[in-house]
């Protein structure tokens, strides 16, 4: 079932999620729900390759995501839907990137994010097994880019105060559209 989005201004969006204690058939079925909404999140033509718990009004710690992949004919495909849940991120790398992001919750904004290259992340997948992973370039980014969904953190809190101030337009015009 595809679930409904919280939009900016929201304040699912900006409240830490609590641990998953127990991966319930009820936490199986939201993983599944999660999966469907990411991959049909596809108005305005966003692509989504992540969606965290509080996106759609559940505050635990559980993110899904897929990693994309550019062709060598410049089109997209993307690898199976992954389950993360309980993530912990550790050991960042000092080189950072700066790439364009956009987030489901935020339509059509687009904004350049510098975050570090390489992460690593330690988490429980559906079948509550640690898994370890060291995660580079675009997949990392998009680990972080979701866990920080699970402190309230949205990737604009990321920017400098000054461009900050720049796109505050373009926020409340998101904000008045989309909340109901
Ligand atoms: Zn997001």
Known sequence: ????????????????????????????????????????????????????????????RMFVWRSEQTLPDGKFTFDEPEVVINPTLSNPSQETETLAEGCLSIPKLHLEITRPKNIHIRYQNLKGEWIEKDLEGYNARIVMHENDHLNGVLFFDRISASERKKIEPILREIKRKYSS
Do not use: C, F, N, W
């Open 1 to 60: 079932m595809k679930l409904l989005l919280r939009y900016l201004g929201h304040s699912d969006l900006r409240t830490k999620a609590t641990p998953i204690q127990e991966i319930t058939p009820d936490i199986i079925q939201l993983a599944e729900d999660m999966i469907e909404t990411m991959v049909k999140a596809s108005d305005d033509g966003s692509i989504g390759v992540g969606l965290a718990a509080p996106q759609i009004g559940r505050l635990v």
